[in-house]
């Protein structure tokens, strides 16, 4: 299992028109193969900084659905909001996190 973090920096003024437009796309990602769960995050400070934290069985999944047609869907409906390109970080669980949490 691996986790996918991704930042995003959303003009200021436009948050409210990225959120309705990410609303409306969470159903594509959710059928998407490999898909386990994710959440959408809002920085408390800086609220035109969002990071979506999602995870996958593992990064093949992540990669299929990251150069899918429906992805770039996803992307160019929120392109117009954005300041910059997405961020990504891909983790996975350390083998002693797995043990524990086993327990």
């Known amino acids: 299992m ?5 930042e995003r920096e959303v003009a ?3 948050e409210e028109f990225y ?8 159903g594509v ?3 998407a ?7 959408s995050l809002v920085d408390i400070h800086r609220p035109n900084r969002y990071v979506v934290v999602t995870r996958w069985v593992d990064e093949a999944a992540w990669q299929r659905w990251q150069s899918s047609g429906e992805r770039q869907e996803m992307l160019d409906a929120i392109r117009p909001f954005l300041l910059n390109d997405e961020k990504f ?4 669980q350390l083998s002693f996190h ?3 949490s086993a327990a």
Do not use: D, F
């Not at 970080?89 to 996975?92: A, K, P, Q, V, Y």
């Open 2 to 6: 691996i986790r996918v973090i991704i």
């Open 12 to 14: 200021e003024g436009l």
């Open 19 to 26: 959120e309705s437009a990410i609303a409306n796309l969470l």
């Open 29 to 31: 990602l959710a059928n």
């Open 33 to 39: 193969a490999g898909y386990v769960s994710g959440e």
């Open 89 to 92: 970080t891909l983790l996975r």
């Open 98 to 100: 797995q043990q524990v």
